[in-house]
């Protein structure tokens, strides 16, 4: 069981890798910064190196959603069962949805369906939840901030000049995105696994081992490596069209709101954090700069999320239960 429990948290952080992969790379290949191998590769060597810095994400998540008493192996199965259909369904659609929304949806209805509504430690939970409705509105404005900022600076420079000069910087921000992706969203999988470990009695306290960072790091650089180009053309194409230079504002006003937040342990949603600032970067052009039926679709996927990655976990847990026992 719990083999089997460690195996479906790697298969979330594959798919979370390819799930994901639009949030580093897809602005520089909208923009032609990088070809499409080059991308990946560099994504997928930043993911597995962000992944192996730090463990406070991680601890946020194993610890913070419930007490340990309520955790079993067949809890963290259910919930990361939750987490990854949802995002197979998100991703099916092409929607950038948040594989931290479904994770955390994931351990809430498993935790419920396991031991009711009062086992969640809601003081945690507001922490997380504060923390990923914050990060969104933080990128809207950092990145609306950062733009006006270089316009009003090279406004006397040729738009090519600029964009040709913008265009080798991007490399830079989309590798520093890369980096970021990996300290926040395969820390999750490690808090999961970690939690598994400790409900077994492999571990007596809550303490992140080295093999659970390697491997983690590795199924989140693998599934990078993958590619998810569905959401990469929504990302990337569809919802804005960017120059280098936005490309540029997007990945650096991203990368520094997310490392900031994983630096204090807080989870935010890489999928949020660089739509929400595509959305600001989009918002100094004009306000028909943004495909509005787009941004109408990834707000319903986020709202959704959580409460839908919760009833699949639920049902997950209701639906294993008779077979492989609480």
Same mark, same amino acid.
């Given at each position: 069981m719990l083999g089997l429990v460690i195996f479906a948290a790697l298969a979330f952080d594959y798919i979370n890798g390819f799930h994901d992969t639009a949030n580093a790379i897809a602005t520089c290949i909208s923009t032609r910064a990088l070809s499409i191998r080059s991308a990946i590769i560099m994504a997928a060597t930043l993911n597995f190196a962000g992944a192996m810095i730090s463990t406070k994400v991680a601890g946020t998540i194993g &610890?913070? @959603?419930?007490? %340990?008493?309520? @955790?079993? $192996?067949?809890?963290?199965?259910? #919930?990361? %069962? !939750?987490? =990854? =259909?949802?995002?197979? @369904?998100?991703? +099916? +659609? /092409?929607?950038?949805?948040?594989?931290?929304? #479904?994770?955390? /949806?994931?351990?809430?209805?498993?935790v419920i369906a396991h031991d009711g509504v009062a086992a969640l430690h809601w003081g945690g939970l507001r922490k997380i939840i504060l923390a990923l409705l914050i990060s969104p509105v933080l990128g809207t404005i950092v990145g609306f901030i950062i733009m006006l900022g270089i316009m009003w600076a090279f406004h006397v420079k040729a738009p090519p000049n600029l964009n040709r000069n913008f265009r080798k910087l991007q490399v830079v921000s989309a590798a520093f995105m890369a980096f970021s992706h990996g300290? %926040?969203?395969? $820390? &999750?999988s490690m808090g999961v696994i970690t939690m598994a470990l400790v409900s077994y009695g492999t571990l007596q306290s809550f303490v992140v081992p080295v093999w659970v960072k390697m491997a983690c790091a590795i199924a989140m650089a693998c599934g990078t490596a993958a590619g998810g180009w569905r959401i990469i053309k929504t990302v990337g194409h569809d919802f804005v &069209?960017?120059?280098?230079?936005?490309? *540029?504002?997007?990945?650096?006003?991203?990368?520094?709101? =997310?490392?900031? #937040?994983? #630096? *204090? /342990?807080?989870?935010?949603?890489?999928?949020?954090?660089?739509?929400?600032? @595509?959305? /600001?970067? !989009?918002l100094t052009k004009r306000l028909t700069a943004v495909n509005w039926k787009i941004a109408g679709r990834i707000v319903i996927a986020w709202v959704l999320t959580i409460p839908a990655s919760g009833v699949v976990s639920f049902l997950a847990y209701d639906i294993l239960t008779p077979f492989l026992g609480k």
């Open positions: &610890k913070e @959603i419930v007490d %340990a008493s309520h @955790i079993t $192996q067949m809890v963290v199965l259910a #919930a990361v %069962a !939750g987490a =990854i =259909i949802w995002d197979l @369904i998100t991703w +099916y +659609y /092409g929607l950038p949805s948040s594989s931290s929304h #479904a994770i955390i /949806g994931g351990i809430m209805g498993a300290t %926040a969203d395969a $820390q &999750k &069209k960017l120059t280098p230079v936005n490309g *540029f504002v997007v990945e650096t006003a991203s990368a520094g709101v =997310i490392l900031g #937040a994983s #630096a *204090f /342990g807080m989870p935010t949603s890489t999928t949020h954090v660089i739509t929400s600032t @595509i959305l /600001g970067v !989009g």
